[in-house]
T-cell receptor, first 112, second 114 residues
């Protein structure tokens, strides 16, 4: 069974630019999560989707971050405009309505 | 709100030593508790979990018991190996309204020396 796929693996941009990350969850998993992991900290939940609906986006900085999950499968997370403090690893996870979340390898973002 | 506190690292041990990594939590409801592990160069993966008080989760020689009275979920292993070197994260999930995103601790870097 293929795991959670994410791309790109690494991205370097300048502040005020925009960037997008893509996630493909495990086949059949209805729930998809995006987390932000700043260096030296644990992951922080940004948004949770159930199929193509948002369940929780209370910690998503909505002035600059947006996410969508069209057709309830793939998801895209966008940052526009990026700030220096957005430098982090962005993790995507999925679950099949059980309690175990399966994580992708992450996208490492550096904002200069 | 929910929070998880785990012991600061790095923790350095010799091979075959006994391991304890402390984890305590604060939650408004009745959370499920998890330990995730991140090996060098790899993604986060579930190590073990417990869904209710007094449950014991175990995997790969690691175990942790859900203690509601002390709001703790300490990770233990009787004899560690070099291959256990990794970052360990304690986490909780509080399924209020179907939202079950994980709240993580800061992680504990474990180094096992031969």
């Amino acid at each position: 069974e293929a795991g959670v796929a994410q791309s790109p693996r690494y991205k370097i941009i300048e502040k005020r630019q925009s960037v997008a990350f893509w996630c493909n969850p495990i086949s059949g998993h209805a729930t998809l999560y995006w987390y932000q992991q700043i260096l030296g900290q644990g992951p922080k939940l940004l948004i949770q989707f159930q199929n193509n609906g948002v369940v929780d986006d209370s910690q998503l900085p909505k002035d600059r971050f947006s996410a969508e999950r069209l057709k309830g499968v793939d998801s895209t997370l966008k940052i526009q405009p990026a700030k220096l403090e957005d430098s982090a690893v962005y993790l995507c996870a999925s679950s099949d309505s059980g309690e175990t979340q399966y994580f992708g390898p992450g996208t490492r973002l550096l904002v200069l | 709100g929910n929070s998880v506190t785990q012991m600061e690292g790095p923790v350095t041990l010799s091979e075959e030593a006994f391991l304890t990594i402390n984890c305590t939590y604060t939650a408004t409801g009745y959370p499920s508790l998890f330990w995730y592990v991140q090996y060098p160069g790899e993604g986060l993966q579930l190590l073990l979990k417990a869904t209710k008080a007094d449950d014991k989760g175990s995997n790969k020689g690691f175990e942790a018991t859900y203690r509601k009275e002390t709001t703790s979920f300490h990770l233990e292993k009787g004899s560690v190996q070099v291959s256990d070197s990794a970052v360990y994260f304690c986490a909780l999930s509080d399924r209020g309204g179907g939202a079950d995103g994980l709240t993580f601790g800061k992680g504990t870097h474990l180094i096992i020396q031969p």
